[in-house]
């Protein structure tokens, strides 16, 4: 039997990540990244992963990443109106404890998160934020939500 494969290592992205996001780049390089994609995202100064107004999610349908760490951001309060939507194959990710809010239609279509944990400082999840979420066996909402 031959060993099983070997998990990619992540791609990092570190730095001015809201330029990124911004000019539209972030979603359209990971748009056409590779199947199994794991990645890493890491600025001091992110404060939100997409606004509340913005009607292209930063890594909307983006189908290959299967794995988003967000501790890496530790100014982060806000994950933005569709930031990860129909990111089809996305089974896990790690927010940070200092996230405040989660956008409308923030995970829409995460067909493949199996479970997610939202940090205890979370208190408000926008409508529509977890749905057609097929494969959410486990979700844990702090109290204040």
Do not use: H
């Not at 001091?44 to 992963?49: A, I, P, W």
């Not at 829409?108 to 977890?130: E, K, M, Q, R």
Request: aromatic share 6%; hydrophobic share 35%; charged share 20%.
């Amino acid at each position: 039997m031959p060993p099983p494969p070997i998990a990619p290592p992540p791609i990092v992205v570190d730095g001015d990540i809201a330029s990124l996001i911004a000019s539209g780049e972030l979603r359209k390089r990971f748009q056409k990244a590779g199947k199994g994609t794991v990645l890493e995202l890491k600025d001091d100064n992110l404060e939100e992963l997409g606004g509340a107004d913005d009607e292209d999610g930063v890594f909307e349908e983006c189908g290959n990443i299967t794995s988003v760490d967000l501790r890496g951001c530790p100014k982060l309060k806000s994950i933005g109106k569709y930031a990860f939507y129909k990111c089809s194959s996305l089974t896990a990710i790690t927010i940070p404890d200092g996230v405040t809010s989660i956008g409308e239609y923030a995970f829409n279509g995460c067909s493949s998160l199996t479970a997610i944990t939202i940090p205890d400082g979370v208190t408000s999840i926008g409508g529509y934020a977890f749905n057609g979420c097929s494969s959410l066996t486990a979700i844990t909402i702090p109290d204040g939500v």
